[in-house]
Structure formats: structure tokens, C-alpha cells
């Protein structure tokens, strides 16, 4: 979180770096945006088209920084039975625990990256009921139906 507080909040980042010092004893909350490409966050099935937002509080108490997190991401999935896109929004909170001594720059980083990719579906599916593809012709039952259905 290298950047001055108070500055536009609409703007991207790239890294999420808490300067120990700057923390005041009541605690800093800060609301950004942050680029997913850098990141190495997609899956085959899995896309991050936006930034995601990161709500964090921080905290500092003797050498322990505790750092609250609320994430906003919207992945974009391909369904695995009819292939078509579709994007579902996830929230995972999280709360990460720091020792710094000596009160230096943490990076929250690789933490935070993996408490979105957790929430990535083991297999992504557009609607609990997805029909899917016809196996023979390839029409997608969910739009249209072919004469193999109902076979
Ligand atoms: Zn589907
Ligand atoms: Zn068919």
C-alpha cells in the first residue's frame, strides 16, 4: 500500500505493501483496487478481467501486525458441461498475522492471492442445473434443444 493516504481510490495497484511505521496505534483502513495480471492468478477455467478490491483494517500491537481483510473479486468462469462463460462475485475475509521486528514493510501479497484463489469452484458450473452440450452435434441444450435429445 505504498501510496499517499488519501489519493484517488479509483486507481489500480499492483502490490500490497503495509509500511509498519505508518500504521498509527488506532489502526489504518485502507480501500484499493488491485491488478490481478501481475498476479499469476488465473486458471484454465478461472479469468480475472477486473481488479479486485481489497478492504483491509490494520492493526499493529508490540511486533504483531494483524491485518483484516474483505475482498471483492469477480471471476470469470467457463463452464465445464456447456463451455459458455459465465462470472460469479466472491467475498473471502481473511485476518493475517505479522511479526515485524524490526517494524519494516510487510507484503501481503502472496496471502491475499491465495485466499482468492481458494475460493476458485473445483468445477465451475454456469447454473446447478447446466444441461450442457448435445454430445453429437454440440448444440447447448441450455439455449436451444436438437433432434438427439430425449433419446
Ligand atoms: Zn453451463
Ligand atoms: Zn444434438
Known amino acids: 500500500m505504498n501510496r499517499v493516504v488519501g489519493s484517488n481510490q479509483q486507481e489500480v495497484e499492483a502490490t500490497m505493501k503495509i509500511h509498519v511505521n505508518r500504521v498509527p496505534e488506532s489502526g489504518l483502513e485502507e480501500h484499493i483496487s488491485y491488478d490481478s495480471r501481475p498476479l499469476d492468478m488465473d486458471r484454465f477455467d478461472v479469468h480475472l478481467h477486473e481488479p479486485f478490491k481489497v478492504d483491509a483494517f490494520i492493526t499493529k500491537v508490540e511486533r504483531q501486525l ?86
Not at 484463489?117 to 454456469?126: E, F, Q, R, S
Request: glycine share 2%; charged share 20%.
Open 66 to 151: 494483524v491485518v483484516r481483510i474483505q475482498v471483492c473479486c469477480t471471476l470469470c468462469c467457463l463452464c465445464a458441461r456447456c463451455l459458455d462463460e459465465f462470472s460469479v462475485v466472491v467475498r473471502p475475509q481473511a485476518v493475517f498475522s505479522y511479526t515485524v521486528d524490526p517494524p519494516d514493510v510487510v507484503d501481503i501479497t502472496e496471502d491475499v492471492r491465495q485466499e482468492i484463489m481458494l475460493t476458485y469452484p473445483m468445477i465451475p458450473v454456469c447454473q446447478a442445473d447446466c444441461k450442457g452440450l448435445c454430445i453429437s452435434c454440440g448444440q447447448n441444450w441450455n439455449h436451444n434443444s436438437c433432434e438427439h435429445r430425449n433419446q
